[in-house]
């Protein structure tokens, strides 16, 4: 301890912790730090004495053993000294640099907490809920992406009844090899986007700029049948549980998940995301399985996919952006290719009649 006059007091302002009123006290430095005042009578221990956050020109100490937020505030000058002198412990541990440590500590456990919640918790949620979101919710929410698929798109479905008629056998045929026991929706639309896709609740749509690429019914079949993997194991819900997160959790846990404002996120979630290359393997797998039950070989779907892909300028806007097809899976079709063993999937006019649906007068 600093050497002292006897009797040594000096003055300074404390705050009890309770309110925002300053009480003038005197400092007596004996045994310990005496503090008298206005209702006030604290005996500070030197070695439980700590720096605290203070204005500049301002020397403010708290105590381990008093109330949490009292404070002993004095100007820089001689008593300031003679607390500095005395109190050895003084920048030990002190308040400011334990709140500053478990701040930092808290924000580095939330930063932990959310990566693994975007990584790991959110897929895991999405890929167990999904099969258990009703399907009359889905439907609902189908509905609602179909007007904007069709604005987005183009918005008129091609309505020829031969191409109409050939598009549902096709279509049929694929859900009976796929063992597919949901009603599906299947249409060509319209557009100068080569693309196909699927939406909510079973609906599929086939885009007449893909299909005027094809070169046989082989070839759009086995992409059908891609979509078709994605109805199956319901990969459009899990992309929209996986992609809203836990804000569109809580929409499914109230059933408030088909007002404008969650369409518009559905949508955007739809045509903007890409399915993962988990989904996209296994709506391959789907598509290949129906294609050898049906006795047709999945090749030309890969074929197809890389011609269009490989020659898209715009891949942008095409069936690339959320159905990339490289070279990989082209070689996963062909080792899957097998001599034809079964009838066409459409014959030569019906074929005709698909090729020609938009055209119709």
Known sequence: ????????????????????????????????????????????????????????????????????????????????????????????????????????AWSLAAVCSIIGLTYFGIPYAADRIAPLVPLAMENRMGEAVDKQARVLFGGKTCDAPAGQAAFAKMIDKLKVAGGIDVPLTAHVMSSKVPNAFALPGGRVYLLDALLQKAKNADEVAGVMAHELGHVKHRHTMRRIIQTGGTSFLIGLLFGDVTGSGAMIFVGKSIFDASYSRDSEREADAFAFDAMRKLGRSPKPMGEFLLRVTGTQANKSSSILATHPMTEDRLAAASKEDRPPTGEPILTAAEWDALKNICKAK
């Open 1 to 104: 301890m600093a050497a002292l006059p006897p009797d040594a007091i000096l003055t300074a302002v404390y705050l009890d912790g309770r309110s925002n009123r300053k009480r003038p006290v005197t400092l007596r430095f004996s045994d310990t730090l005496k503090i008298a005042g206005d209702g006030v009578a604290e005996s500070w221990p030197y070695a439980q004495v700590r720096r605290a956050d203070g204005p500049p020109g301002v020397l403010r100490v708290s105590c381990i053993a008093a109330m949490p937020l009292a404070r002993l505030e004095v100007p820089q000058g001689p008593t300031a000294s003679m607390i500095v002198a005395n109190c050895k412990s003084l920048d030990v541990g002190d308040a400011a640099s334990r709140q500053t440590g478990r701040i930092v």
